[in-house]
């Protein structure tokens, strides 16, 4: 006999800020992290595709637990630098400072490699994807549009948010508040496609 919906998801990342925004949007639900399951996580994102990643991710968790699965591959698309940093925004400039960058150093690098744009237009791209169990997977990618500023702006979110302006609210995303946030981003975008297609199935998990 089926259920509405699993009553909790493992996420496949160790970030705890994404587990964060998970939890605040699949509120019915609890979000844990895979070493709650007792298991040592770590993916190699070396994808073409945020799908490529993101699939590839919940696929090697999945087969680690056996439980269902959430894991999403998000990134920053400057269309001016032709689409980058794209899959490699998590490890933007390290190619250059022959290192890994702190998040603070990679926004100042993009701003950098901004510095004689006038066209700043840019988006924020998540794609997710659940797995329930062997058979059963669903998919979304979403998007948020916004510029590149000159500067950075203010201290929540992470990663890009803070070099991130939404013009129709005048603030970057790093000045949202996290509800706020929830309601426009990527993130909460795809999250919110996933569990409206939960909401119309019933699983046998």
Known sequence: M????????????????????????????????????????AFEEIGDSFLENAFGKAKALYKLI???????DSGLCVKTLNGK??????R?????KKKPLS???????????????TLRSAC?????????????????????????TMSPRGSGGFGYDPV?????????????????KDEISHRGKAARAIAAMLDSIK???
């Open 92 to 96: 933007f400039g390290a190619e250059k």
């Open 124 to 148: 924020f791209v998540c794609c997710m994807v659940l797995i329930l169990d062997d058979y059963r997977f669903f998919i979304a990618e979403e998007t948020l549009e916004g510029e590149i």
């Open 2 to 41: 089926g259920i509405d919906r699993p009553q909790s998801f493992f996420i496949a990342t160790n970030n705890t800020h994404k587990k964060q925004e998970l939890q605040r949007i699949f509120s019915n639900s609890r979000i844990r992290l895979p070493e709650e399951a007792g298991v040592s996580f």
């Open 66 to 72: 056996k439980q269902p699965v959430i894991a999403d």
């Open 103 to 117: 998040t603070s150093e990679r926004n100042i690098y993009l701003l950098n490699q901004m510095r004689d744009k």
């Open 164 to 180: 991130f302006y939404l013009p129709e609210q005048g603030l970057t995303v790093a000045e949202l508040s996290p509800r706020q």
């Open 85 to 90: 940093p794209g899959v490699y925004s998590a």
């Open 203 to 205: 699983t046998d998990v």
